[in-house]
Protein backbone atom coordinates (compact mmCIF):
# COMPACT_ATOMS: atom_id res chain seq x y z
CA UNK A 1 0.00 0.00 0.00
CA UNK A 2 1.33 4.03 -1.01
CA UNK A 3 2.04 5.53 1.95
CA UNK A 4 2.47 9.44 1.76
CA UNK A 5 5.95 10.45 2.23
CA UNK A 6 4.65 13.58 4.91
CA UNK A 7 3.05 10.92 7.76
CA UNK A 8 4.19 7.82 9.29
CA UNK A 9 1.86 5.51 9.58
CA UNK A 10 0.70 6.36 12.83
CA UNK A 11 -0.35 9.27 11.26
CA UNK A 12 2.18 11.76 12.80
CA UNK A 13 3.54 13.80 10.34
CA UNK A 14 7.37 13.21 9.61
CA UNK A 15 10.04 15.05 11.00
CA UNK A 16 8.05 17.27 12.96
CA UNK A 17 6.53 15.01 15.77
CA UNK A 18 2.77 15.64 15.92
CA UNK A 19 -0.09 14.30 15.01
CA UNK A 20 -2.74 16.01 12.04
CA UNK A 21 -4.86 16.57 15.46
CA UNK A 22 -2.60 18.52 16.84
CA UNK A 23 -1.40 20.33 13.59
CA UNK A 24 -5.10 21.79 13.17
CA UNK A 25 -5.59 23.18 16.75
CA UNK A 26 -2.28 24.69 16.77
CA UNK A 27 -3.27 26.32 13.34
CA UNK A 28 -6.29 27.42 15.43
CA UNK A 29 -4.96 28.59 18.70
CA UNK A 30 -2.66 31.34 16.19
CA UNK A 31 -6.34 31.88 14.01
CA UNK A 32 -7.49 32.58 17.73
CA UNK A 33 -4.68 34.79 19.36
CA UNK A 34 -4.33 37.71 17.13
CA UNK A 35 -8.79 38.40 16.82
CA UNK A 36 -8.70 38.12 20.69
CA UNK A 37 -5.38 40.08 21.35
CA UNK A 38 -7.46 42.61 18.78
CA UNK A 39 -10.47 42.35 21.57
CA UNK A 40 -8.30 43.12 24.08
CA UNK A 41 -6.62 46.59 22.06
CA UNK A 42 -10.36 47.79 21.45
CA UNK A 43 -11.59 47.35 25.01
CA UNK A 44 -8.87 49.33 26.14
CA UNK A 45 -9.02 52.24 23.91
CA UNK A 46 -13.06 52.33 24.80
CA UNK A 47 -14.21 50.84 21.08
CA UNK A 48 -15.73 48.00 22.69
CA UNK A 49 -19.20 47.28 21.65
CA UNK A 50 -21.28 45.70 24.53
CA UNK A 51 -24.86 44.70 24.60
CA UNK A 52 -27.20 46.73 26.41
CA UNK A 53 -28.88 45.16 29.84
CA UNK A 54 -32.74 45.41 29.99
CA UNK A 55 -33.98 47.88 32.61
CA UNK A 56 -36.39 46.13 34.96
CA UNK A 57 -39.79 47.06 34.67
CA UNK A 58 -42.33 47.97 37.30
CA UNK A 59 -45.74 45.82 36.50
CA UNK A 60 -48.75 45.70 38.87
CA UNK A 61 -50.67 42.65 37.78
CA UNK A 62 -54.18 41.48 39.46
CA UNK A 63 -53.96 37.42 39.36
CA UNK A 64 -56.78 35.67 40.97
CA UNK A 65 -58.05 38.50 42.76
CA UNK A 66 -55.43 39.54 44.51
CA UNK A 67 -52.93 42.53 43.55
CA UNK A 68 -49.20 41.85 43.15
CA UNK A 69 -46.42 44.42 42.24
CA UNK A 70 -43.46 43.17 40.26
CA UNK A 71 -40.58 44.50 38.98
CA UNK A 72 -39.35 42.55 35.88
CA UNK A 73 -37.49 42.16 32.77
CA UNK A 74 -39.56 43.96 29.81
CA UNK A 75 -39.38 40.70 28.33
CA UNK A 76 -40.56 38.44 30.28
CA UNK A 77 -44.08 36.53 29.57
CA UNK A 78 -46.78 36.20 31.46
CA UNK A 79 -46.13 32.41 31.65
CA UNK A 80 -43.23 32.85 33.53
CA UNK A 81 -44.51 35.21 35.75
CA UNK A 82 -46.85 33.19 36.97
CA UNK A 83 -45.20 29.58 37.49
CA UNK A 84 -41.34 31.07 38.73
CA UNK A 85 -42.74 34.59 40.68
CA UNK A 86 -46.19 34.06 42.23
CA UNK A 87 -45.66 29.90 41.98
CA UNK A 88 -48.86 29.44 40.30
CA UNK A 89 -47.91 26.40 38.54
CA UNK A 90 -51.19 24.94 37.52
CA UNK A 91 -50.37 27.05 34.32
CA UNK A 92 -48.16 24.54 31.93
CA UNK A 93 -45.66 25.27 29.95
CA UNK A 94 -45.99 23.08 26.69
CA UNK A 95 -44.14 24.05 23.62
CA UNK A 96 -43.60 27.74 24.88
CA UNK A 97 -44.61 28.64 21.42
CA UNK A 98 -48.40 29.27 21.65
CA UNK A 99 -49.20 26.11 19.53
CA UNK A 100 -50.55 23.78 22.17
CA UNK A 101 -52.55 25.84 24.20
CA UNK A 102 -51.50 24.07 27.72
CA UNK A 103 -50.34 27.89 28.79
CA UNK A 104 -54.30 29.12 28.49
CA UNK A 105 -55.47 31.37 30.80
CA UNK A 106 -58.30 34.30 31.16
CA UNK A 107 -57.13 38.08 30.84
CA UNK A 108 -60.18 40.51 31.78
CA UNK A 109 -62.38 36.79 30.66
CA UNK A 110 -60.40 36.15 27.22
CA UNK A 111 -58.87 33.46 26.77
CA UNK A 112 -54.97 34.08 26.00
CA UNK A 113 -51.83 32.54 25.39
CA UNK A 114 -49.70 33.42 28.38
CA UNK A 115 -46.39 32.37 26.69
CA UNK A 116 -46.56 34.77 23.86
CA UNK A 117 -48.19 37.05 26.31
CA UNK A 118 -45.90 40.08 27.64
CA UNK A 119 -46.19 40.57 31.43
CA UNK A 120 -45.67 44.09 31.39
CA UNK A 121 -48.88 44.81 28.53
CA UNK A 122 -51.31 43.05 30.79
CA UNK A 123 -53.90 45.80 32.26
CA UNK A 124 -56.55 43.58 33.49
CA UNK A 125 -57.66 40.77 35.90
CA UNK A 126 -55.63 37.27 35.28
CA UNK A 127 -57.17 34.39 36.18
CA UNK A 128 -55.26 30.95 36.66
CA UNK A 129 -56.88 27.65 36.92
CA UNK A 130 -56.14 28.40 41.10
CA UNK A 131 -58.19 31.34 40.87
CA UNK A 132 -61.42 29.56 38.84
CA UNK A 133 -64.25 28.78 41.32
CA UNK A 134 -67.84 29.00 42.08
CA UNK A 135 -69.36 31.56 44.31
CA UNK A 136 -69.05 29.67 47.37
CA UNK A 137 -65.60 28.63 46.85
CA UNK A 138 -65.83 24.93 45.47
CA UNK A 139 -65.23 23.23 41.64
CA UNK A 140 -66.42 25.42 38.85
CA UNK A 141 -68.75 24.00 37.02
CA UNK A 142 -66.63 23.43 33.91
CA UNK A 143 -64.25 21.17 36.41
CA UNK A 144 -66.77 19.39 37.72
CA UNK A 145 -67.70 18.43 34.59
CA UNK A 146 -64.45 17.46 33.64
CA UNK A 147 -64.32 14.98 36.19
CA UNK A 148 -67.64 13.85 35.56
CA UNK A 149 -66.73 13.48 31.91
CA UNK A 150 -63.02 12.18 32.65
CA UNK A 151 -61.58 14.67 30.28
CA UNK A 152 -58.26 14.26 31.21
CA UNK A 153 -55.82 11.92 31.04
CA UNK A 154 -52.31 13.00 31.79
CA UNK A 155 -53.92 16.00 33.04
CA UNK A 156 -50.63 17.96 31.80
CA UNK A 157 -52.89 20.29 28.85
CA UNK A 158 -55.93 20.34 31.60
CA UNK A 159 -56.25 23.40 33.05
CA UNK A 160 -55.85 25.21 29.64
CA UNK A 161 -58.61 23.10 28.36
CA UNK A 162 -61.03 24.14 31.32
CA UNK A 163 -59.79 27.54 31.08
CA UNK A 164 -60.10 27.95 27.53
CA UNK A 165 -63.72 25.98 27.72
CA UNK A 166 -64.79 28.72 30.41
CA UNK A 167 -64.31 31.08 27.61
CA UNK A 168 -65.75 29.19 24.88
CA UNK A 169 -68.97 29.37 26.96
CA UNK A 170 -68.83 32.74 27.63
CA UNK A 171 -68.20 33.86 24.13
CA UNK A 172 -71.36 31.63 23.03
CA UNK A 173 -69.21 29.19 21.09
CA UNK A 174 -70.62 25.99 23.12
CA UNK A 175 -74.08 25.90 21.40
CA UNK A 176 -73.22 22.88 19.52
CA UNK A 177 -70.60 19.73 19.16
CA UNK A 178 -68.97 21.39 15.90
CA UNK A 179 -68.97 24.23 17.16
CA UNK A 180 -66.84 23.36 20.73
CA UNK A 181 -64.90 21.42 18.73
CA UNK A 182 -63.72 24.46 16.77
CA UNK A 183 -63.70 26.94 19.20
CA UNK A 184 -61.12 24.43 21.11
CA UNK A 185 -58.69 23.06 18.39
CA UNK A 186 -56.23 25.87 19.69
CA UNK A 187 -55.79 23.37 23.08
CA UNK A 188 -54.14 20.28 22.21
CA UNK A 189 -54.82 17.03 24.09
CA UNK A 190 -51.91 14.30 23.56
CA UNK A 191 -53.94 11.30 25.21
CA UNK A 192 -56.86 12.52 22.88
CA UNK A 193 -59.59 12.92 25.18
CA UNK A 194 -61.09 15.56 22.80
CA UNK A 195 -64.92 13.40 22.93
CA UNK A 196 -64.79 13.69 26.77
CA UNK A 197 -63.74 17.38 26.49
CA UNK A 198 -66.70 18.35 24.53
CA UNK A 199 -68.92 16.20 26.43
CA UNK A 200 -67.82 18.17 29.72
CA UNK A 201 -68.59 21.66 28.05
CA UNK A 202 -71.91 20.71 26.76
CA UNK A 203 -72.74 19.62 30.67
CA UNK A 204 -71.14 22.35 32.23
CA UNK A 205 -72.79 25.05 29.70
CA UNK A 206 -76.44 25.28 31.10
CA UNK A 207 -74.95 25.55 35.00
CA UNK A 208 -72.76 28.53 33.91
CA UNK A 209 -74.96 30.46 31.10
CA UNK A 210 -77.97 30.19 34.32
CA UNK A 211 -75.41 31.54 36.81
Known amino acids: MHMDHGATSSGTLAGVGM ?10 AVAIVPAFTSILSHRAEGKMTTLSTPQATFAELQV ?10 SRTSLLDVLRENLHLTGTKKGCDHG ?7 LVGGRRVL ?18 LRDAKGGLHPMQQAFIDHD ?9 GQILS ?18 YMSGNLCRCAAYP ?6 QQAKPEMTNV
Open 151 to 159: AFQCGYCTP
Open 19 to 28: SRRQLLSGTA
Open 64 to 73: NGRQHQLALD
Open 165 to 182: AVACVHEGHADTPDSIRE
Open 114 to 131: SCLTLAASVREPVTTIEG
Open 99 to 105: QCGACTV
Open 196 to 201: NIVAAV
